[in-house]
């Protein structure tokens, strides 16, 4: 049996390296086309207006889906269908850009690929935090993370050498090549993995297949532990971090406004791959050290961190008259992405009962993706109304105030998941 358990923790470990190189695959073809649709929303008779509605919408859509895939990550403890299906619509609707020549067909295509995003992302982070020790999930989260980014340099990249070749469109058709390669990866190297309370311990593994046999845990045991997840209710600390993470969320518009900013300033439009290269450069060798240093230290502490490097950022962006300070201080918006992303995942995982992992991650993703979907929205208007260092800022300002919401975060209870 000890054997059986070994061999099962072994397989989930590797599942981190499974879902790090889904993450890397999939992100190179994302970021090929990402960095260059401001300049194609441009060349087919968009705006920052048009930008702010697609952007805002597809995120949103994406919320929706992480919410459901949450409740379902929760009753189910197959997970794999979900994960490899939103990986799959998500790298078969991207090539289609190409076909494009109207905002509204862009629209349509971002909708899909974000709601796809969405199916999978809630249920692949319950997969991580199931396949590590507690002491380790914010480490997992920062690798993955670090892998993803790694992705987003390459894509930017890519979609360089591409550009001078084949044009934009060429970029959207060449994305396909990494997310085929993504889909392969997601089939054949993800493993099921499932938590549990009981006999086994708080958050124990619990196997699937030949290993669940072998430990003789019945299926049924199985169900009816899910089925209990939805009696339990988020505790009281849970609602406090996900009200500043959501208030921050208020001024965190689509970075697509960082890149329109810099072509404002006189940046050509070939050169917006390498402004995503800089900053995931910075990104990719940042969020694994600090996934791991919040295994270590307060999470709380280190994305409040993050959030004022934010307000620095946006602030600089506000006030920069150069392109030179606009390639600086992407780099440094690197580090508030690797204080952030990893680390608040992890919060929210350490807040909850491991029943209940995939709601709190779902309603986490939903408020903050709702209210992405309003500051990328409000964005657009401010810039079209006052001009562009008004959204500036004002994204700054609001994560000020959030980052004190986290600091002040420790004098909440954190009462106890309780049965309902």
Same mark, same amino acid.
């Given at each position: 049996m000890l054997e059986a358990a070994s061999g099962a923790r072994q397989g989930n470990s590797r599942n981190i390296r499974a879902f790090g190189a889904t993450s890397f695959l999939n992100d190179t073809a994302s970021e090929m086309a990402y960095w260059v649709l401001p300049a194609f929303l441009t060349s087919i008779g968009a705006g920052p207006a048009q930008l702010g509605v697609i952007e805002g919408i597809a995120e949103s859509v994406a919320s929706f889906a992480k919410l459901f895939s949450g409740y379902l990550a929760d009753r189910f403890p197959r997970r794999k269908p979900l994960v490899v299906s939103g990986y799959f619509v998500a790298n078969a609707v991207k090539p289609l850009l190409a076909l494009t020549t109207a905002w509204w067909q862009v629209l349509g295509i971002r909708f899909a690929d974000r709601f796809s995003k969405g199916i999978r992302g809630t249920a692949r982070d319950v997969m991580v935090a199931e396949s590590v020790d507690k002491s380790r999930i914010g480490s997992a989260y920062g690798l993955i993370q670090a892998m993803d980014s790694a992705g987003a340099i390459a894509g930017p990249l890519a979609a360089l050498w591409l550009l001078s070749r084949y044009g934009l469109r060429g970029i959207f058709w060449a994305a396909a090549v990494p997310g085929f390669l993504c889909v392969m990866v997601a089939l054949l190297g993800i493993h099921e993995t499932h938590r549990r309370p009981g006999k086994h311990g708080a958050g124990s593994l619990v196997?699937?297949?030949?290993?669940?046999?072998?430990?003789?845990?019945?299926?049924?045991?199985?169900?009816?532990?899910?089925?209990?997840?939805? !009696?339990?209710? +988020?505790?009281?600390?849970?609602?406090?971090?996900?009200?500043? #993470? @959501?208030?921050?969320? $208020?001024?965190?518009?689509? !970075?697509?406004? +960082?890149?329109?900013?810099?072509?404002?300033?006189?940046?050509? #439009? @070939?050169?917006?791959? $390498?402004?995503?290269?800089?900053?995931?450069?910075?990104?990719?060798?940042?969020?694994?050290?600090?996934?791991?240093?919040?295994d270590r230290f307060s999470r709380r502490i280190i994305a409040a961190a993050g959030y004022l490097v934010f307000a620095i950022v946006y602030v600089v962006f506000a006030v920069a008259r150069s392109t030179l300070a606009i390639w600086i201080t992407m780099a440094f918006y690197g580090l508030f992405y690797a204080l952030t992303n990893p680390v608040l995942k992890a919060l929210v995982v350490e807040k909850v009962a491991p029943e209940v992992r995939g709601r709190a991650l779902g309603v986490y993703f939903f408020a903050t993706s709702v209210a992405t979907l309003l500051a990328s929205v409000i964005a657009g208007e401010l810039w079209r109304q006052f001009g562009a260092p008004v959204p500036f800022f004002l994204s700054a300002g609001i994560a000020v105030v959030a980052a004190g919401l986290l600091l002040v975060s420790r004098s909440v209870k954190p009462t106890e998941a309780r049965s309902g």
């Open positions: 196997p699937h297949g030949d290993d669940a046999d072998r430990l003789d845990t019945p299926a049924l045991e199985v169900e009816e532990e899910n089925a209990s997840a939805h !009696d339990q209710h +988020l505790p009281g600390v849970f609602y406090f971090v996900l009200g500043a #993470a @959501t208030l921050f969320s $208020l001024g965190n518009s689509s !970075d697509m406004f +960082l890149v329109l900013r810099a072509q404002g300033l006189g940046m050509p #439009a @070939t050169h917006a791959p $390498l402004l995503g290269l800089v900053f995931n450069i910075m990104y990719t060798v940042l969020a694994w050290p600090a996934g791991r240093l919040s």
